[in-house]
């Protein structure tokens, strides 16, 4: 009798632990279709920015050895830029991160990532807007595309 009774609480805080866990690491949400965690999703909007895919860093690779000295690249969000100075090893001060999205003038290289290339999509600002790349069409029409490979693009 004595061990049935000292099973009650443990029990109960198991009942009460288990669940806590499940949603404070966002296990239920990833279950139920809500893509709550970057670490658990790969659905998650915020994904892009810390993940690098291969096809990113061969292109940010090429860039670096054909794109010439001193020519100015467009990311077309701010996690391109990031990508490109950390895979590519390509000087901070020669990428616009900005340019492309505000529709100015591009005289350079345009770098498209995983995100903007197979889902169509870019994440802006600090609030993680998402907008269509589609919207973007007139930027890419007055360009040649040099490099892609499934999964990154650079255009000229």
């Known amino acids: 009798?004595?061990?049935?009774?000292?099973?009650?609480?443990?029990?109960?805080?198991?009942?009460?632990?288990?669940?806590?866990?499940?949603?404070?690491?966002?296990?239920?949400?990833?279950?139920?279709?809500?893509?709550?965690?970057t670490t658990l999703s790969s659905q998650h909007p915020g994904y892009n920015s810390g993940y690098v895919h291969d096809q990113e860093i061969a292109a940010a690779q090429w860039l670096e050895e054909y794109r010439g000295t001193n020519v100015q690249i467009y990311a077309a969000e701010p996690n391109g830029n990031r990508k490109l100075i950390s895979q590519g090893k390509i000087n901070p001060y020669l990428i616009n991160d900005s340019a492309f999205f505000a529709r100015?003038?591009?005289?350079?290289?345009?770098?498209?990532?995983?995100?903007?290339?197979?889902?169509?999509?870019?994440?802006?600002g600090k609030m993680e807007q998402i907008f269509d790349l589609d919207e973007y069409n007139e930027m890419l029409n007055k360009k040649s595309k040099l490099y892609t490979n499934g999964g990154s693009e650079i255009w000229r």
């Not at 609480?9 to 279709?33: D, H, K, N, R, W």
Request: no cysteine; hydrophobic share 55%.
């Open 1 to 37: 009798m004595f061990t049935t009774f000292m099973a009650v609480p443990q029990l109960l805080i198991l009942i009460v632990l288990i669940p806590l866990f499940l949603f404070s690491t966002g296990a239920i949400y990833e279950v139920f279709g809500i893509h709550w965690s």
């Open 104 to 124: 100015q003038e591009i005289d350079g290289y345009i770098y498209l990532d995983y995100y903007n290339v197979v889902e169509g999509k870019m994440l802006i």
